[in-house]
Nanobody, 115 residues
Protein backbone atom coordinates (compact mmCIF):
# COMPACT_ATOMS: atom_id res chain seq x y z
CA UNK A 1 0.00 0.00 0.00
CA UNK A 2 1.15 3.53 -0.80
CA UNK A 3 0.48 6.51 1.45
CA UNK A 4 0.47 10.03 0.04
CA UNK A 5 0.77 13.10 2.24
CA UNK A 6 0.61 16.72 1.10
CA UNK A 7 1.72 19.86 2.90
CA UNK A 8 2.33 23.53 2.26
CA UNK A 9 -1.11 25.01 1.68
CA UNK A 10 -2.31 28.21 3.27
CA UNK A 11 -3.60 31.71 2.79
CA UNK A 12 -1.79 34.01 0.37
CA UNK A 13 -2.53 37.36 -1.21
CA UNK A 14 -3.11 37.69 -4.96
CA UNK A 15 0.22 37.79 -6.74
CA UNK A 16 1.89 35.78 -4.02
CA UNK A 17 3.53 32.36 -4.04
CA UNK A 18 3.19 29.03 -2.30
CA UNK A 19 5.10 25.78 -2.51
CA UNK A 20 3.26 22.51 -2.02
CA UNK A 21 5.01 19.29 -1.11
CA UNK A 22 3.87 15.70 -1.51
CA UNK A 23 5.56 12.53 -0.33
CA UNK A 24 4.64 8.95 -1.22
CA UNK A 25 5.68 6.22 1.19
CA UNK A 26 5.03 2.56 1.85
CA UNK A 27 5.22 0.31 -1.21
CA UNK A 28 6.29 3.26 -3.32
CA UNK A 29 9.23 1.69 -5.17
CA UNK A 30 7.19 1.26 -8.38
CA UNK A 31 5.70 4.73 -8.52
CA UNK A 32 5.77 6.26 -12.01
CA UNK A 33 3.67 9.40 -12.37
CA UNK A 34 3.04 11.86 -9.59
CA UNK A 35 0.98 14.98 -9.87
CA UNK A 36 -1.59 17.41 -8.60
CA UNK A 37 -5.26 18.01 -9.16
CA UNK A 38 -7.34 20.72 -7.53
CA UNK A 39 -10.95 21.38 -6.71
CA UNK A 40 -12.46 24.82 -6.27
CA UNK A 41 -15.62 25.28 -4.20
CA UNK A 42 -18.65 24.20 -6.20
CA UNK A 43 -16.56 22.97 -9.11
CA UNK A 44 -15.32 19.62 -10.35
CA UNK A 45 -11.82 18.44 -9.64
CA UNK A 46 -9.40 19.43 -12.40
CA UNK A 47 -5.92 18.50 -13.53
CA UNK A 48 -3.09 20.86 -12.57
CA UNK A 49 0.26 19.22 -13.31
CA UNK A 50 2.01 15.86 -13.45
CA UNK A 51 5.52 14.55 -13.81
CA UNK A 52 6.70 11.07 -14.75
CA UNK A 53 9.66 9.25 -13.26
CA UNK A 54 11.54 10.07 -16.46
CA UNK A 55 10.81 13.75 -16.06
CA UNK A 56 8.02 14.26 -18.60
CA UNK A 57 5.88 17.16 -17.42
CA UNK A 58 2.39 18.35 -18.32
CA UNK A 59 0.56 21.42 -17.07
CA UNK A 60 -3.00 22.63 -17.33
CA UNK A 61 -3.22 25.66 -19.60
CA UNK A 62 -4.49 27.73 -16.69
CA UNK A 63 -1.24 27.32 -14.73
CA UNK A 64 1.40 27.27 -17.49
CA UNK A 65 4.09 29.85 -16.88
CA UNK A 66 3.08 30.28 -13.25
CA UNK A 67 3.37 26.81 -11.68
CA UNK A 68 6.39 24.53 -11.71
CA UNK A 69 6.33 20.86 -10.77
CA UNK A 70 9.49 19.06 -9.74
CA UNK A 71 10.38 15.71 -8.27
CA UNK A 72 12.93 13.71 -6.33
CA UNK A 73 12.61 10.09 -7.45
CA UNK A 74 14.78 8.74 -4.65
CA UNK A 75 12.44 10.25 -2.07
CA UNK A 76 9.21 9.80 -4.05
CA UNK A 77 8.55 13.43 -3.36
CA UNK A 78 7.03 16.02 -5.67
CA UNK A 79 6.75 19.78 -5.25
CA UNK A 80 4.48 22.32 -6.85
CA UNK A 81 5.84 25.86 -6.90
CA UNK A 82 2.95 28.24 -7.46
CA UNK A 83 3.67 31.86 -8.41
CA UNK A 84 1.50 34.80 -9.42
CA UNK A 85 -1.45 33.27 -7.63
CA UNK A 86 -4.95 34.57 -8.29
CA UNK A 87 -8.25 33.96 -6.50
CA UNK A 88 -9.10 31.46 -9.26
CA UNK A 89 -6.32 29.25 -7.88
CA UNK A 90 -8.21 28.84 -4.61
CA UNK A 91 -9.20 25.30 -3.75
CA UNK A 92 -8.17 21.98 -2.34
CA UNK A 93 -4.99 20.64 -3.93
CA UNK A 94 -4.70 16.87 -4.10
CA UNK A 95 -1.54 14.95 -4.82
CA UNK A 96 -1.48 11.50 -6.37
CA UNK A 97 1.06 8.82 -7.03
CA UNK A 98 0.48 6.23 -9.71
CA UNK A 99 1.99 2.81 -10.29
CA UNK A 100 1.14 0.13 -12.84
CA UNK A 101 -1.94 -1.01 -10.96
CA UNK A 102 -3.47 1.92 -9.11
CA UNK A 103 -3.51 5.58 -8.19
CA UNK A 104 -3.07 6.72 -4.60
CA UNK A 105 -4.38 10.04 -3.38
CA UNK A 106 -3.57 12.26 -0.46
CA UNK A 107 -6.11 13.99 1.76
CA UNK A 108 -5.47 17.35 0.14
CA UNK A 109 -4.16 20.71 1.28
CA UNK A 110 -6.14 23.93 1.10
CA UNK A 111 -4.90 26.91 -0.88
CA UNK A 112 -6.73 30.20 -0.43
CA UNK A 113 -5.81 33.26 -2.48
CA UNK A 114 -7.45 36.34 -1.05
CA UNK A 115 -6.68 39.89 -0.03
Amino acid sequence: QVQVVESGGGLVQPGGSLRLSCAASGSAFSIDAMGWDRQAPGKEREFVARISRDGWINYADSVKGRFTISRDNAKNTVWLQMNSLTPDDTGGYYCYARDSSDSYWGQGTQVTVSS
